[in-house]
C-alpha cells in the first residue's frame, strides 16, 4: 500500500525557490504515476503537475510550466517538485498523489499525502 509524506514546505520570498519531496513509506512508489496538486484557500484543489511510473514522461499546469519541475528517484521511493521563480499566487497547500493511471484529473488519485503548506511572500 502507498503511504505518502510530504515535506520541503515553507515560507519564501517572490522569485525564490522550494523543492518539495513525498516519500512513500509503503515502498509500492515506483510502480504508480505520480502527480502534485495545490489548494489555496477559498479555492479547488487544481492540478500542478503529473509524471509517470518512471518520470520520463511529464506534464505541466500552464501556470507552472517552465518554472516548476517535477521528478522521482524510485529507488528512494521519493518524488520531488521542484519550484522556482516563485509567485504569491502559488501560496497553497501542495499535495502529491499515486495514481495506477495517472493523468490530471484529481479524481483519479487514490493516495493522496497530507499535504504542506508554501507561502511565497511579495
Known amino acids: 500500500q502507498v503511504q505518502l509524506a510530504e515535506s520541503g514546505g515553507g515560507l519564501v520570498q517572490a522569485g525564490g525557490s522550494l523543492r518539495l519531496s513525498c516519500t512513500d513509506s509503503?515502498?509500492?512508489?515506483?510502480?504508480?504515476?505520480m502527480g502534485w496538486f495545490r489548494q489555496a484557500p477559498g479555492k479547488e484543489r487544481e492540478f500542478v503537475a503529473r509524471c509517470n511510473w518512471s518520470g520520463g514522461s511529464t506534464y505541466y499546469a500552464d501556470s507552472v510550466k517552465g518554472r516548476f519541475t517535477i521528478s522521482r528517484d524510485n529507488a528512494k521511493n521519493t518524488g520531488y517538485l521542484q519550484m522556482n521563480s516563485l509567485k504569491p499566487e502559488d501560496t497553497a497547500v501542495y499535495y502529491c498523489a499515486a495514481s495506477p493511471w495517472g493523468g490530471s484529473y484529481s479524481g483519479g488519485y487514490d493516495y493522496w499525502g497530507q499535504g504542506t503548506q508554501v507561502t511565497v511572500s511579495s
Open positions: 509503503g515502498r509500492t512508489f515506483s510502480t504508480y504515476a
